[in-house]
């Protein structure tokens, strides 16, 4: 079957900068004023509050290719790279919860089989974003996240998933690997082709990925300072890793989303830490794969029966709103009017998948409907609990709810719609029930 892809241009994004290899002064590295928390800009992150969140740096981080850890995604932001991922299945990214708690959906996209962050032919259109009930952006407890793609992920040399740790796997005494893309490590001799970061200006980013690997200890005498500093590793969370105060040179990622990964297992994914040039010198501390093992095996079957055709209609809507949004972006052509003239999408069969799931779900939907459908889908819900508390259990009510278009108005027209031909076309397809109780049917059960 034809995927389908989007064609970006990401060059467009990126701020060229020329070659400056050049090696400043090593304290650059290493933020130690009170003011390193501006590395942080609002608009990009979650307020950190006490929370450190990972700086992006990178020390002495060895370049790799994609091949050698193919599992590994940019996830992308306005199609220029925002944070670290790894593919789990092939319509399934694991990363962390707080970069992409606030983000609007229709903003992010995924580019697999790349060593470079700033290339990428090819962006998976994120659908769903599914973050653990338990995250919380002040401590960042439970900071796992789920991105579910359109297009297919195709597996080949440079793209392949990689499969969960065991629960029972003893992390102590293996050699771990985290992956990702940060910024350019200054202090070092590598090799940097500094890219400007669109979300935080001042950052010189360095396109190619880097890996660290490092001996597990468990548990790490080094992550006792964090007690000291009245920050406590809570369940969920393991602080691996070399600190400097161990050995100064000791390598360091400091990448939101960046798996780590063990005997060719994901184990972690690497959330925050005072460490690598952040305040301190400290080791990382990474969401636990072990530990949210239920949490993944309830949610990934789900999402893997939620089937790419169950989001095609709406795949074509919101390919044609995202073409829109970029035209507009690169003002070099007019925006493409979207011939296709679609009918309601039915939501109620997809939504009581989803509501199966367990954690926050953003839907590409609720983007395209300014927020209602989520408001209109937990009333739904409530009504069919209020329901079935009420009837026998030989009668089954079956949802009737009124189906609303996808696509709120503004949006329709905006992507070039009329909407009275909509409206009057579709009129007859339409489920809008008035009376429920109409709806009623017997079922022998
Ligand atoms: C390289 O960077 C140094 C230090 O920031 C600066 O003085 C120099 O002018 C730069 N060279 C080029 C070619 O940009
Ligand atoms: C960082 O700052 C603290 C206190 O301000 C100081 O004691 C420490 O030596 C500094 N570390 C480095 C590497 O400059
Ligand atoms: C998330 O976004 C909402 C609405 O845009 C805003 O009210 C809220 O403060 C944001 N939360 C965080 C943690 O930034
Ligand atoms: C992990 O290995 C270290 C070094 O061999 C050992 O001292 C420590 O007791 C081990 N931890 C556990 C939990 O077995
Ligand atoms: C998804 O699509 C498949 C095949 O068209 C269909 O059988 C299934 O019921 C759909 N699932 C949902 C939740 O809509
Ligand atoms: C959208 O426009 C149609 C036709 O003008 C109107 O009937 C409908 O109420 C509008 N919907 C919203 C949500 O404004
Ligand atoms: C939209 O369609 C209606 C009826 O089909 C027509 O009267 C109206 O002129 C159209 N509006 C635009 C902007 O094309
Ligand atoms: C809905 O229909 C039932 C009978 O089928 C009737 O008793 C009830 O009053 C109706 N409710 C409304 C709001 O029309
Ligand atoms: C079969 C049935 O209950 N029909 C009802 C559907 O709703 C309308 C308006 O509320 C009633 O008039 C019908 O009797």
Same mark, same amino acid.
Request: glycine share 6%; proline share 7%; charged share 20%.
């Given at each position: 079957m034809k995927l389908f892809t989007i064609i970006i241009?990401?060059?467009?994004?990126w701020v060229m900068e020329g070659l400056n290899c050049t090696i400043p002064d090593?304290?650059?590295?290493?933020?130690?004023?009170? /003011?390193? =928390?501006?590395?942080?800009s609002d608009w990009a992150y979650p307020k950190s509050g006490d929370i450190p969140l990972l700086n992006r740096k990178v020390f002495k981080g060895q370049r790799v290719t994609?091949?050698?850890?193919?599992y590994t995604v940019s996830i992308r932001r306005m199609y220029a790279h925002y944070c670290t991922g790894a593919i789990i299945s092939k319509n399934i990214v694991i990363s962390v919860a707080h970069p992409l708690?606030?983000?609007?959906?229709?903003e992010l996209g995924i580019v697999a089989?790349?060593?470079?962050? /700033?290339? =990428?032919t090819i962006q998976h259109t994120v659908l769903l974003l599914i973050i653990h009930e338990?995250?919380?952006?002040?401590?960042?407890?439970?900071?796992l996240a789920l991105l579910t793609v359109y297009e297919e992920i195709e597996y080949r040399i440079s793209v392949k998933p990689v499969s969960l740790i065991a629960?029972?796997?003893?992390?102590?005494?293996t050699k771990a690997f985290v992956t990702g893309w940060g910024r350019?490590?200054?202090?070092?001799k590598e090799l940097c082709l500094p890219r400007t970061s669109m979300?935080?200006?001042n950052e010189k980013l360095d396109p190619m990925l880097r890996s660290v690997s490092f001996d597990l200890v468990?548990?790490?005498?080094?992550?006792?300072a964090y007690k000291k500093k009245d920050v406590h590793i809570k369940p969920g969370m393991m602080c691996l890793g070399q600190a400097r105060e161990e050995n100064l040179v000791a390598p360091c990622l400091a990448v939101p989303g960046a798996p780590l990964v063990v005997k060719s297992k994901l184990a972690g994914i690497l959330s925050w830490g005072f460490g690598c040039g952040y305040y301190y010198d400290m080791p990382l501390v990474y969401t636990s794969i072990q530990y949210y093992q239920a949490w993944l095996v309830h949610n990934v079957p789900i999402i893997r029966k939620i089937k790419r055709n169950n989001f095609t209609r709406l795949f074509h809507s919101t390919r044609a709103h995202v073409l829109v949004e970029w035209l507009k972006k690169t003002r070099i052509m007019t925006p493409i009017i979207h011939q296709q003239k679609y009918k309601?999408?039915?939501?109620t069969k997809l939504d009581r998948e989803l509501t199966k799931l367990k954690g926050f779900v953003y839907d590409i939907r609720d983007y395209l409907n300014g927020g209602m459908f989520r408001a209109a889908k937990k009333a739904v819900y409530n009504n069919i609990k209020n329901k079935r508390a009420m009837i026998t259990s030989k009668i089954y009510v079956e949802a009737t709810t009124t189906v609303?278009?996808?696509?709120?108005n503004d949006t329709l027209a905006e992507i070039g719609f009329n909407i009275s031909d909509i409206y009057s076309e579709d009129e007859t397809d339409?489920?809008?029930?008035?009376?429920?109780?109409?709806n009623t049917k017997e079922k022998s059960v």
């Open positions: 241009f990401v060059y467009s994004y090593s304290t650059m590295l290493f933020d130690n004023s009170s /003011d390193s =928390g501006k590395l942080f994609i091949k050698e850890h193919p708690n606030n983000v609007t959906i229709s089989g790349e060593t470079y962050a /700033d290339r =990428g338990d995250f919380d952006p002040y401590t960042l407890q439970a900071d629960p029972e796997f003893i992390l102590n005494k350019c490590d200054i202090t070092g979300f935080n200006p468990v548990p790490n005498v080094y992550c006792e309601n999408l039915e939501a609303f278009p996808f696509i709120g339409r489920k809008t029930v008035q009376n429920t109780s109409n």
